[in-house]
């Protein structure tokens, strides 16, 4: 059988349920054998992180730690001194697997809309399958959706089975998937003093109020 990896990358500031769910989510659909989550080092295309990349990389450990599939925190782009590219890392992470493993690459559908900014976007299909989590009523043809992206999305769709057992280039949209949270607004709700604990997991909310994260 096919070893099949799915990729979670993000700034993780903070770390929230909707990454765990995300992950945990495609974890199960497509009966993993890992789940790699990627704290992004200097991601190009966001404003300055607060906390340093040792404690959002702390952060994901404690937030992913109750899942039952093996998880593992992959710290490469934190690593890298320059901005970090997606194509990199899913460079690395083939050479790492080898040819033959099915590296699936998470995502919501807000970053999808997104996907004609990242560096060689059309290549990232040449290294990993990607699968999406979207609201329901969301389309590939919908507002908001650049043609280019729609368009190698859309010829591209497969089975979860077919996903799980091939290398790459494929694409799913989940439909009946969609979690609302944004770590712009925790971050906001923790500055207020306000508290944010059906949004992040304790062992996170304790962590940042040890290390006295995002506070006005």
Known sequence: MTV?????GGSYDPVHKGHVALGSYFA???????????????????????ASPEQRAE??????????VPVVVDCQEIERAAPT??????????????????????MGADQLRRLDTWRD??????????????????????PGMPQAVADAFARRLGTLEHIRNTP??????????????????I???LQRGATANSLISPLVLDYIEQHNLYKS
Request: net charge neutral; proline share 3%; hydrophobic share 55%.
């Open 4 to 8: 099949c990896v799915a990729l979670l």
């Open 28 to 50: 199960a659909q497509l009966q993993v054998d890992q789940l790699r989550v990627i704290p992004a080092g200097a991601p190009w295309q966001k404003e300055a992180v607060t």
């Open 187 to 189: 971050r906001a709700a």
């Open 85 to 106: 590219y997606s194509i990199d890392t899913l460079r690395q992470l083939r050479a790492e697997f080898g040819p033959q493993a099915s590296l699936v690459f998470l």
């Open 168 to 185: 790459h280039g494929l694409t799913y949209l989940a439909q009946d998937f969609a979690v609302d949270i944004s770590a712009t607004q």
């Open 121 to 142: 976007w059309q290549q990232l299909f040449d290294f990993a399958h990607f699968c999406v989590a979207a609201r329901a009523g969301f389309a590939l043809d919908g």
């Open 59 to 68: 952060m994901v450990r404690l937030a992913f730690a109750g899942l039952t």
